[in-house]
């Protein structure tokens, strides 16, 4: 067995990871939510089948079917099971547990995950070498030849056959280069999507929320660790949570009333994990403390938006929301992103059905499980193209990824944007014509 | 190993699971929790159902059908070293005719997902189970299900036009509610898979009610609250749910939702809908009894979100519960509607003599009670006081002249309480049925009855039944179940009749049949008007019935025609007599009477032996009484008149008449001889 949490923080208390998953009475009314199971019909593709196997484990049943490990493997970790629950309970991390004590990833892909992910100048050199593999066009290459998963980097592949962009400089540099507020009023956390992939997302955030909330502070930290958590090393991801903490914290001391700011951060995944950081250091007193701190003050980017006023965007056509998984379901966030829609677009802006369905994204899943990917995908591209949309509005980087693939190859008279891109669109229209004006 | 045979013969897309891990995850449904099947098949096409099945026959392995596993009496936990069969992924809608006002869905297809696709087209699919989200049409039908709704529109049984299934054999059929014989496709709704597995359903589906409104009220006393509902049940007011909550309830829901509902000790949730008209008026009526009762914080919700808003609390009674302990016990007996109070005291008294927490929320309307028991099943000793409590639960409602199952089937949890309703030889009734059906037993073996013999705790001499007695047969009745005695013992055939007026001129035979005459069992045996149920004896004149009724202020919904009612039953004169028929008292050819169904208006235990016999023209029994919805308010828009349907004996009419009458001596030339 790996290392596991043992201890979850549920909506119904602190629980053990037994407790927490006898906590489902096999009621059953997750299925419907299930994107896996609605895919494929199988119970063991359900939230309340993935439950009653990972419970069987704890009870000391066997552990070694291979269908065991694809069940677990195969849930998306979307929540949405948890949202439709009565009691909450939480699958993902119960399927996350479950993961971890069948060790479902191989120990070394671990480990060396860890070792890169743990090592931020590390990490950035290496992808400094993917992005000039790819602009040299020698990615595939790079990929077929098995280079990426030596360095235990899969999910690079997938961004590399997933995306167009290659960014030359990563956002952390960018915004380095750039003056920091001495008297922030908000700092930001820069998570890996927008640093690395896709710089213009934080670029946006920062030209949005400067002009709305006022200036704001970089937080130079590490990954917040979630790729290690999901991929079972939950020693490498406790370490993150602290070293993201410890970063906060020396931060926020240098600004007074440092310690009260939001903490901003742009992609829906990191900003939940984060919030999740108190349940890994339950164990410890001091930790957790400075955990539940910490979390207290991540908001999601999201969020920040819907409690300004906005201005419209000139933005044609019409906008569409897709909910990533892990602002919904992860953070609760229903409404706030749908108010930032129809204050900047107005009646431009249109629900598509299901649009809480999960894109099949879902961090490394669109690579290791493809076909599933690909039918979550076609599904939630159909019903992009249902509402004539010309803009997809997400707010995850798994999300941008997928959704850029999906379109590009189903749907190409869409583009996908994050939240952010469309809010500094209209900041910055607004701005433009105050130039005018004066 | 010669189950993977069964492989290569499923189409493409189907699968065919047979690792431990999957298995485990089909062990259970939202009851029980079991043993694994040896597989599982997860049908793409109505053939891998019947490839399936033929091939579970020929190899004799029981067979399990399954939809969404969300049933609550262990309906679809495998048979023990069987296969489940999983129609989850049969899934299509097939058509909507709003004109002809039916769908036709595979089993497969989520019951949400069917009303989502009505309702842009103006329509709904009546039948609303509180799991609507994730259960299957398959497995309503299976389990019969039924939901708040169907105070006004009745379980899943009165939906159904036609079904198509795949026998215990392999063979594929089809029935049709029409067809004319007796009702297969009400004996096949809340069979629970014994007999066969649905694969296509046509069901009927209704246009959207013009308005809605839906009030609040809280009572004092329940007794004010359940003199509520009958008032607004008297004055012939229907609404389309009329539920209860109580005040453990209504705690437990302010815990988890902000619902704002009064905590007196009983609350009541009424909504009506239908011509707007109408619902003016009835709403009218609602408030003047609602006040009269002395409600307390009286609120009334017509737009959708009101509405929404005055349902919260009601919705959240189940999820409150699963956020007490780990595991829910959902119990779902039905009491006759003024037996409420009386059964809310007692299920409240076992409740705490069990020291089980219990809160309960019912379909006043119709008298189900739905007692919710929250526990921690790895507790085994709590789990037994569970059991316990609950058996002891329904065990009232029966002694209260109730049912053990309103909606939610017998599975395996409830086969004990059969005994309880039903006598031996209904109990032998239901077997011979299932075998006529089923001889090799594959068919989700070991539900709904106890193996034979296994029933038998009580000590010799004693009667197990806990119902209590039935009004004794007339003079009449009893001289018709002894010249059916008789002829029986004597090997002769019966030429069974009512007033005679459906019955064909030429009877092939007809010197040599002995005839049953039932015209002269006319009495009205009860009229219960608080109830709104009455009890008629077979041979009475449906017009002289009309008036009688008509003369105690209570009406039937039936169409006027002539002849009599056991006639108009055994005939299908009137389809819609489905809907309102409660209960019935029968007696086969050899005098043996058996009772089933009662006062309740909403019962799913056992077989539905009682539609069965619409359609059979007296082949199958003697109908001698039935019990009979009546309303407050005369019934509009019936048929002026009826066509009788004439029977034709497929190859599975057959089978049920051999069920029920091997030796072909009532009405033999219909069946030919």
Redesign the interface.
């Known amino acids: 067995m790996g290392s596991v949490l043992g201890r979850l923080v549920t909506d ?1 208390g602190e629980r053990s990871t037994y ?1 927490a998953a ?11 939510a299930c994107p896996t199971y609605v895919a ?5 593709r ?1 939230g309340r ?1 993935r439950n ?2 990972v419970r ?1 484990v704890l009870e000391g ?2 552990s070694g ?4 490990r694809e ?1 677990l493997s195969t849930c998306l970790l979307c929540g949405a099971c948890t949202s439709a629950c ?2 909450r309970v939480p699958t993902a991390d119960i399927v996350l547990e479950g993961r971890r004590m069948l060790g479902a990833a191989p120990r070394w892909v671990e480990r060396l995950l860890s070792f890169v992910i743990l090592r931020p100048g590390l990490l950035d050199r290496a992808l400094k070498l993917a992005f000039l593999f790819k602009k040299a066009g020698l990615s595939r290459l790079a990929s077929k030849t098995g280079f990426l998963s030596l360095l235990g980097l899969e999910w690079l592949a997938v961004a590399d056959v997933h995306v167009d962009e290659a960014p030359s400089e990563f956002l952390v540099d960018k915004l380095r280069t750039m003056p920091s507020s001495e008297r922030p009023a908000w700092f930001y956390l820069a998570s890996c999507g927008p640093n690395y992939l896709f710089p213009r997302v934080g670029l946006a955030t920062f030209k949005a929320l400067s002009s709305l909330r006022g200036p704001g502070r970089l937080v130079a930290s590490p990954c917040c660790g979630l790729v290690c958590y999901n991929y079972g090393d939950v020693g490498a991801a406790r370490e993150l949570s602290r070293r993201v903490i410890e970063r906060w914290e020396a931060e926020a001391a240098r600004v007074e009333g440092g310690g009260e700011l939001p903490v901003v951060v742009d992609c829906s995944s990191c900003a939940a994990h984060m919030k999740s950081y108190p349940q890994l250091n339950l164990d410890d007193a001091g930790w957790r403390r400075r955990a539940e701190l910490f979390a207290g003050r991540v908001r999601d980017v999201v969020e920040v938006y819907a409690e300004c006023p906005l201005p419209p965007a000139g933005l044609p056509g019409t906008v569409t929301y897709h909910e990533s998984c892990r602002c919904r379901h992860g953070q609760g966030i229903v409404d706030a992103p749908r108010s930032v829609l129809r204050a900047v677009a107005a009646e431009r802006f249109v629900e598509m059905p299901d649009s809480d369905a999960c894109c099949g994204g879902a961090g490394a899943f669109a690579f290791s499980h493809q076909e599933l990917s690909d039918a979550l995908l076609r599904r939630k591209v159909g019903n992009i193209a249902s509402v004539q949309a010309r803009w997809v509005a997400a707010s995850a980087t798994s999300c941008l990824i997928q959704l850029a693939r999906g379109l590009k190859n189903y749907y190409p008279d869409a583009k996908v944007l994050h939240l952010s891109e469309i809010v500094a669109a209209a900041v910055s229209e607004r701005e433009e014509e105050k130039g005018n004006t004066s | 190993m010669r189950l993977d045979s069964l492989e290569p013969r499923l189409s493409p897309g189907a699968l065919f699971l047979r690792d431990a891990a999957e298995l485990a995850a089909y062990a259970y449904d939202a009851a029980v929790r079991g043993e694994p099947p040896a597989a599982v098949v997860l049908a793409r096409s109505a053939a891998d159902v019947v490839e399936t099945v033929r091939f579970c026959a020929r190899e004799g392995l029981p067979f399990t059908a399954r939809g969404a596993g969300t049933n609550l009496c262990g309906g679809t936990v495998p048979a023990p070293g069987g296969l489940l069969l999983s129609t989850a992924k049969l899934d299509r809608i097939l058509e909507i005719d709003t004109g002809r006002a039916f769908a036709l869905v595979e089993p497969g297809v989520v019951n949400q997902s069917l009303q989502k696709r009505l309702e842009p087209l103006g329509c709904f699919y009546a039948p609303d189970p509180a799991s609507q989200r994730v259960c299957t049409i398959g497995g309503n039908i299976g389990e019969n299900a039924g939901g708040p709704r169907c105070l006004k529109y009745g379980v899943t049984v009165n939906h159904l036009l036609a079904l198509e299934a795949v026998m215990a054999d392999g063979s594929l059929e089809r029935f049709a509610a029409s067809d004319g014989g007796p009702d297969i496709v009400s004996l096949l709704a809340g069979s629970e898979g014994t007999l066969g597995v649905v694969t296509k359903a046509w069901l009927k589906i209704l246009p959207l009610p013009e308005a809605v409104q839906t009030f609040l009220a809280g009572f004092d006393t329940l007794e004010a609250a359940m003199e509520c509902v009958a008032q607004v049940i008297a004055a012939g007011v229907v609404p389309r749910a009329l539920e209860s909550l109580d005040k453990a309830t209504v705690d437990s829901v302010e815990q988890y939702t902000r619902s704002g509902y009064p905590r007196t000790s009983a609350v009541l949730l009424i909504e009506l809908d239908g011509p707007r008209e109408d619902v003016g008026r009835e709403a009218a009526v609602i408030e003047d009894v609602c006040g009269r009762m002395g409600a307390k914080e009286f609120r009334r919700a017509s737009s959708a979100s009101e509405r929404d808003r005055l349902w919260e609390g009601r919705r959240g009674a189940y999820p409150a519960t699963t956020r007490l302990a780990p595991n829910v016990l959902v119990e779902d007996g039905v009491v006759p509607r003024d037996k409420l109070p009386e059964a809310v005291r007692r299920l409240r008294a076992i409740g705490s003599r069990h020291r089980v927490r219990c809160s309960l929320v019912f379909h006043a309307g119709d008298g189900n009670l739905h007692p919710n028991i929250s526990y921690d099943e790895r507790d085994a000793s709590e789990t037994a006081r569970v059991r316990e409590a609950g058996m002891e639960m329904l065990r009232a409602c029966v002694e209260l002249g109730g049912t053990i199952s309103g909606e939610h089937g017998i599975g395996l949890e409830k086969r004990a309480a059969m005994g309880w309703m039903f006598e031996p030889a209904a109990l032998e009734l239901f077997r011979r049925l299932k075998e006529a059906f089923d001889p090799a037993g594959l068919a989700n073996p070991g539900k709904i009855l106890l193996p034979p013999g296994s029933e038998s705790a009580v000590p010799p001499g004693m009667s197990p039944i806990l119902a209590p007695p039935r009004r004794e047969l007339s003079q009449a009745a009893r001289h018709v179940v002894e010249r059916l005695r008789q002829s029986a013992a004597e090997g002769r055939g019966m030429l069974v009749s009512g007033s005679g007026s459906r019955l064909p001129r030429d009877i092939p035979g007809r010197e040599g049949l002995t005839p049953i005459v039932t015209a002269g069992m006319k009495a009205v045996l009860d009229l219960d008007r608080g109830n709104c149920t009455v009890t008629v004896e077979a041979g009475a004149s449906i017009h002289a019935l009309h008036l009688e009724l008509a003369s105690q202020g209570r009406h039937l919904r039936f169409p006027k025609t002539g002849g009599t009612l056991g006639g108009a039953l055994a005939s299908k004169a009137w389809l819609g007599a489905r809907d309102d028929l409660l209960g019935m008292r029968l007696a086969l050819a050899d005098g043996t009477v058996i009772a089933l169904g009662g006062k309740v208006v909403k019962n799913v235990a056992g077989y539905d032996v009682g539609r069965l016999l619409l359609g059979s023209w007296g082949t199958l029994a003697v109908i001698l009484d039935a019990t009979f919805k009546v309303y407050a308010l005369p019934c509009r828009g019936l048929p002026p008149e009826a066509v009788p349907v004439p029977l034709a004996a497929g190859p599975w009419q057959r089978r049920v008449k051999d069920a029920f009458d091997p030796r072909n001596l009532l009405n033999p030339w219909l069946h030919g001889s």
Do not use: I, K, N, V
């Open positions: 119904l407790d006898s906590q489902c009475s096999r009621c059953g009314y997750c299925e419907q494929t019909g199988r119970e063991s359900s089948g009653q196997l069987r049943g066997p079917s291979p269908e065991l069940a009565y009691a």
